[in-house]
């Protein structure tokens, strides 16, 4: 069964850095592209970063771009995603989720990142 | 970037209804069509893609078609499980774009 765990998510403050974790089982993570999904609270949801199998190409959403890295341990079966320049619009629950080529199979339960003086 | 357009926004409906609900795309993305439903306080969970492909596990009851720019999610009956989020996403620019839908939320009448 393909487990994603996500975790690091806490409240900070307006221009500080986070990193969040998912910890990935149950399938053979080095084969599988992974994604970060978030979501704002009460709105939809919204692609953030993927990654490629063995990390050589990331892609990152415009509002992220320069801000946010995405990077993966294949040896610890981890994704990471390297939150930098914080800002309140960031707020959300953000969801690892497995890619199957052209859509996310699998997801986590997600970890809130709360962005606040 | 390919935006993604739902239709309505929120619906109510009874247990057995026949539903159906739109996606549209602001620029042709072939069959790379997928669905999520999404019920509150859980990940959204894959429902079909490709359009039409129904997801292991996901009843028959749930149906995908179209092509280009203009796309349907049909439930044939509703179950009471059934009332929920659901989010269409383009695949068309993956991996270096992906957006979603705005959202649908099914609401019992």
């Known amino acids: 069964e393909v487990q994603l765990l996500e975790s690091g998510g806490h409240l900070v403050q307006p221009g500080e850095s986070l990193r969040l974790s998912c910890a990935a089982s149950?399938?053979?993570?080095?084969?599988?592209?992974m994604s970060w999904v978030r979501q704002a609270p009460g709105k939809g949801l919204e692609w953030v970063s993927t990654?490629?199998?063995?990390?050589?190409?990331?892609f990152h959403a415009d509002p992220v771009k320069g801000r946010f890295t995405i990077s993966r341990d294949n040896s610890k079966n981890t994704l990471y995603l390297q939150m930098n320049s914080l800002r309140g619009d960031d707020t959300a629950i953000y969801y690892c989720?497995?890619?199957?080529?052209?859509?996310?199979?699998?997801w986590g339960q997600g970890t809130l990142v709360t962005v606040s003086s | 970037d390919i935006q993604m357009t739902q239709s309505p926004s929120s619906l109510s409906a009874s247990v057995g209804d026949r539903v159906t609900i739109t996606c549209r795309a602001s620029?042709?993305?072939?069959?790379?069509l997928n669905w999520y439903q999404q019920k509150p306080g859980k990940a959204p969970k894959l429902l079909i893609y490709?359009?039409?492909t129904l997801e292991s596990g996901v009843p028959s009851t749930f149906s995908g078609s179209g092509s280009g720019t203009d796309f349907t999610l049909t439930i044939s009956s509703l179950r009471p499980e059934d009332f929920a989020t659901y989010y269409c996403?383009?695949?068309?620019?993956?991996?270096?774009?992906?957006?979603f839908g705005q959202g649908t939320r099914l609401e019992m009448k």
């Open positions: 989720a497995k890619s199957a080529g052209t859509h996310f199979d699998s």
């Open positions: 149950g399938f053979t993570f080095s084969h599988s592209a």
């Open positions: 990654i490629t199998t063995s990390g050589a190409n990331t």
């Open positions: 620029e042709s993305i072939s069959v790379h």
């Open positions: 490709g359009t039409s």
């Open positions: 996403q383009q695949s068309y620019t993956t991996p270096r774009s992906i957006t």
